[in-house]
């Protein structure tokens, strides 16, 4: 088997409360980036094996895609001995939700390929079992979440939205960014007030604490705001990615250019659509 685990942005992400369990309750609306994947490819071996092409990306049981194949065999019964590669596209501590995109799929995937008719409400619930995002990336590519992330209603109706990402070599560390959520000050000269559109908002309440320890961060956002061909600017997520919503899908390469020219040549890059919810679609 291969599969392609795609990446996320929150388009609107309201942090609401910190739970007893530690976790926050959150209001988010995600959407999937069917261009931006890793890849896991899966075959059969005598032994378990597990690799990943990306330096830091741990290889051991803490790595979501062996936690995913862990449960599934607790659930099914299974036993199968696979050997597991893993190609990393997402960036790591971006924001985008690589690994948890990465579990969810390996969920589905085995679901699958050896039959066990787990269904859509089950692998959600396992989802739920390993990480916050993970169940989103279960469902259809345009959903509402809410809870720590484990409940999911059908997402407001997008049309596709051409994006621009950018990301510094740095990642963010999402318990840190929550960690600093109830007192972290606003940046002077930062506009956090939603940015409205006739689908919805981009708004992000992390942007406060991680924009006050990774204040280039905060730059990006009003140097994008700034540009002429961007229609918004947000973070996704708990950061470091940066994202732009485009009036024009035509003005990726040069935004990307200027971002580079301008505010570091070695920013990570990417451009695309974010799934269109399927009411659009038709």
């Given at each position: 088997?291969?599969?392609?685990?795609?990446?996320?942005?929150?388009?609107?992400?309201?942090?609401?409360?910190?739970?007893?369990?530690?976790f926050?309750?959150?209001?988010?609306v995600?959407?999937?980036?069917?261009?931006?994947?890793?890849?896991?490819?899966?075959g059969?071996?005598?032994?378990?094996?597990?690799?990943?092409?990306?330096?830091?990306?741990?290889?051991?049981?803490?790595?979501?895609?062996?936690?995913?194949l862990?449960?599934?065999?607790e659930?099914?019964?299974?036993?199968?001995?696979?050997?597991?590669r893993?190609?990393?596209?997402?960036?790591?501590?971006?924001?985008?939700?690589?690994?948890s995109?990465?579990?969810?799929?390996?969920?589905?995937?085995?679901?699958?390929?050896?039959?066990?008719?787990?269904?859509?409400?089950?692998?959600?619930?396992?989802?739920?079992?390993?990480?916050?995002?993970?169940?989103?990336f279960?469902?259809?590519?345009?959903?509402?979440?809410?809870g720590?992330?484990?409940?999911?209603?059908?997402?407001?109706?997008?049309p596709?939205?051409?994006?621009v990402?950018?990301?510094?070599?740095?990642?963010?560390?999402t318990p840190?960014?929550?960690?600093?959520?109830?007192?972290?000050?606003?940046?002077?000269?930062v506009?956090?007030?939603?940015?409205?559109f006739?689908?919805?908002?981009?708004?992000?309440?992390?942007?406060?604490?991680?924009?006050?320890?990774?204040?280039?961060?905060?730059?990006?956002?009003?140097?994008?705001?700034?540009r002429?061909?961007?229609?918004?600017a947000l973070?996704?997520?708990?950061?470091?990615?940066?994202?732009?919503?485009?009036?024009?899908?035509?003005?990726?390469?040069?935004?990307?250019?200027?971002?580079?020219?301008?505010?570091?040549?070695?920013?990570?890059?990417?451009?695309?659509?974010?799934?269109?919810?399927?009411?659009?679609?038709?």
């Amino acid at each position: 088997m291969i599969i392609e685990a795609p990446a996320k942005l929150n388009l609107s992400l309201r942090v609401l409360r910190r739970r007893k369990d530690g976790f926050h309750d959150i209001e988010s609306v995600m959407v999937a980036l069917p261009g931006l994947c890793d890849r896991i490819e899966i075959g059969a071996a005598e032994a378990d094996g597990f690799e990943c092409d990306t330096p830091g990306v741990p290889v051991d049981d803490s790595n979501l895609v062996l936690k995913a194949l862990r449960i599934f065999r607790e659930a099914t019964g299974r036993a199968d001995r696979l050997r597991i590669r893993l190609e990393k596209v997402i960036p790591h501590g971006a924001g985008l939700g690589g690994g948890s995109s990465d579990a969810a799929s390996m969920l589905r995937a085995l679901d699958d390929h050896f039959e066990t008719g787990l269904g859509t409400g089950r692998l959600a619930e396992l989802a739920a079992s390993i990480g916050s995002d993970i169940p989103f990336f279960i469902g259809p590519p345009v959903a509402r979440v809410a809870g720590r992330g484990e409940r999911l209603e059908t997402g407001p109706e997008l049309p596709p939205l051409p994006v621009v990402l950018l990301k510094p070599a740095f990642g963010v560390s999402t318990p840190e960014a929550y960690g600093r959520w109830g007192d972290a000050p606003a940046l002077a000269g930062v506009d956090y007030e939603p940015q409205g559109f006739a689908w919805g908002e981009l708004v992000n309440d992390l942007e406060r604490p991680v924009f006050s320890k990774y204040v280039f961060l905060a730059e990006m956002k009003e140097w994008l705001r700034a540009r002429p061909e961007v229609a918004g600017a947000l973070m996704s997520g708990s950061g470091s990615t940066m994202f732009a919503v485009l009036r024009e899908p035509g003005s990726a390469e040069a935004l990307i250019g200027a971002a580079r020219a301008e505010l570091d040549p070695t920013l990570w890059a990417w451009s695309g659509e974010a799934a269109a919810s399927r009411a659009a679609e038709g």
